[in-house]
């Protein structure tokens, strides 16, 4: 099992900047991969950004040259630094891991841009 524990969400303004946490816990030594995933009201749960075991990241097309994924394996702790924050980035955020076939979420984490 593994714990995945979120901070950093809350209100800020357009062009504006919030930078996200996740540290887990529990079986962390099999983690493979790491990443991000958000879900605004009435739509789909979608992937922001990840990281893998060995350091590479993917990026949503729609976060690219904004957001950056980061991570610490020593304290097992992901980031999302984002900058330049639009009202469309308005969304629940979720934390994900990858252990094998297995998939763990942390509970999220509320991100809002006030236009």
């Known amino acids: 099992q593994v714990q995945l524990v979120e901070s950093g969400g809350g209100l800020v303004q357009a062009g504006g900047s919030l930078r996200l946490s996740c540290a887990a816990s529990?079986?962390?030594?099999?983690?493979?991969?790491m990443g991000w995933y958000r879900q605004a009201p009435g739509k789909q749960r979608e992937l922001v950004a990840t990281i893998r075991s060995y350091g590479t990241s993917d990026y949503a097309d729609s976060v690219k040259g904004r957001f950056t994924i980061s991570r610490d394996n020593a304290k097992n702790t992901v980031y999302l630094q984002m900058n330049g924050l639009k009202p469309e980035d308005t969304a629940v955020y979720y934390c994900?891991?990858?252990?094998?076939?297995?998939?763990?979420w942390g509970q999220g984490t509320q991100v809002t841009v006030s236009s």
């Open positions: 529990g079986n962390t030594l099999y983690i493979r991969s």
């Open positions: 994900n891991a990858g252990i094998g076939a297995q998939t763990y």
